[in-house]
């Protein structure tokens, strides 16, 4: 059997979440987790304006070899949705490998210990919260050494307050269809109707906002955030139409404008979710 130690982390949804099913999986596919470590903020590495991480390290005891703990890790992140698109992106999970025993493996595709570990607090503070005097094979350093040494000061904090991280990251929205239905009055096709143009339209409305914010508009981010709201009460989605109010009047009075960024790819995420459900009600209204 082999000690291996892996770093889990989530800018993007229910990030607590995503963390959570990760060790589900990671005890699924890769082996038993030995130990854990709390759950950390920390600002993004490499690029900086993408909105903060949950991190989150893990002992895990398994009788995989390297490359089947690769394609493990691989498949996990895949499962949660993690889509690679630009480097040190935004994702729903990232699942690095930290160590694998005392091994050194330098191959293209596969290089461990992670080599860009010795130089990030967000993954040598959890792990050396689990692993403080576990040496680094390369260095030939103890992990708290590492962090003690460290030069990176973006912010990494413990945290406590679980569940507010998980309520601000919600990626599920309940929808309430009473104002549709009574419009309605009765009639699918119409309900089916709206839930096709909310599903067609909704999506080019939140790339407008995602352009403006980006530019730092924050006329047009008000504005494109204004549109919006009607159509999110009009579906019934009122948890949704509330955060959608909060981006608005964040951009209309210049408030706490680094938050908005980070409120709108949760929005964005959660929305996702609204359309599966919305398309969920269509198909038992075709059925029926």
């Given at each position: 059997?082999?000690?291996?130690y892996?770093?889990?982390?989530?800018?993007?949804g229910?990030?607590?979440?995503y963390?959570?099913?990760?060790?589900?999986?990671?005890?699924?596919?890769?082996?038993?987790?030995?130990?854990k470590?709390?759950v950390?903020?920390?600002?993004?590495?490499?690029?900086t304006?993408?909105?903060?991480?949950l991190?989150?390290?893990?002992?895990?005891?398994?009788?995989?070899?390297?490359?089947?703990?690769?394609?493990?890790?691989?498949?996990?992140?895949?499962?949660?949705?993690?889509?690679r698109?630009?480097?040190?992106?935004?994702r729903?999970?990232?699942?690095?490998?930290?160590?694998?025993?005392?091994d050194?493996?330098?191959?293209?595709?596969?290089?461990?210990?992670?080599?860009?570990?010795?130089?990030?607090?967000?993954?040598?503070?959890?792990?050396?919260?689990?692993?403080?005097?576990?040496?680094?094979?390369?260095?030939?350093?103890?992990?708290k050494?590492?962090?003690?040494?460290?030069?990176?000061?973006?912010?990494?904090?413990?945290?406590?307050?679980?569940?507010?991280?998980?309520d601000?990251?919600?990626?599920?929205?309940?929808?309430d269809?009473?104002y549709?239905?009574e419009?309605?009055?009765?009639?699918?096709?119409?309900?089916?109707?709206?839930i096709?143009?909310?599903?067609?339209?909704?999506?080019?409305y939140?790339?407008?906002?995602?352009?403006?914010?980006?530019?730092?508009?924050?006329?047009?981010?008000?504005?494109?955030?204004?549109?919006?709201k009607?159509t999110?009460?009009?579906?019934?989605?009122?948890?949704?139409?509330?955060?959608?109010?909060?981006?608005?009047?964040?951009?209309?009075?210049?408030?706490?404008?680094?938050?908005?960024?980070?409120?709108f790819?949760?929005?964005r995420?959660?929305?996702?979710?609204?359309?599966?459900?919305?398309?969920?009600?269509?198909?038992?209204?075709?059925?029926?």
């Open positions: 059997m082999h000690r291996i892996l770093l889990l982390g989530s800018n993007l229910d990030r607590l979440w963390l959570q099913q990760g060790c589900q999986l990671i005890e699924t596919e890769i082996g038993k987790i030995e130990r470590s709390s950390y903020r920390t600002a993004s590495w490499g690029n304006e993408q909105p903060e991480f991190n989150q390290a893990v002992c895990v005891i398994s009788a995989l070899s390297p490359y089947e703990l690769l394609t493990a890790v691989l498949l996990i992140e895949k499962v949660l949705g993690r889509k698109v630009e480097k040190w992106g935004s729903t999970l990232d699942v690095d490998i930290l160590f694998y025993d005392n050194m493996i330098n191959e293209p595709d596969l290089i461990i210990p992670h080599p860009l570990l010795h130089h990030r607090r967000f993954a040598l503070a959890p792990l050396e919260e689990i692993a403080p005097d576990l040496y680094h094979p390369v260095s030939g350093k103890k992990i050494e590492l962090l003690s040494e460290l030069s990176d000061n973006l912010y990494v904090e413990k945290t406590v307050n679980l569940s507010l991280v998980q601000m990251n919600k990626t599920t929205f309940e929808i269809m009473s549709l239905n419009i309605a009055d009765g009639n699918a096709e119409f309900i089916i109707d709206m096709d143009i909310f599903v067609e339209q909704t999506p080019g939140f790339d407008q906002l995602a352009k403006a914010i980006h530019e730092k508009d924050w006329k047009t981010t008000g504005d494109v955030a204004h549109k919006i009607p999110l009460t009009f579906m019934g989605a009122a948890e949704a139409k509330e955060q959608m109010a909060e981006i608005e009047h964040n951009a209309r009075t210049l408030e706490r404008l680094e938050e908005i960024e980070e409120k790819n949760n929005l995420e959660s929305c996702n979710s609204l359309y599966s459900s919305l398309e969920n009600i269509k198909q038992n209204l075709l059925k029926g």
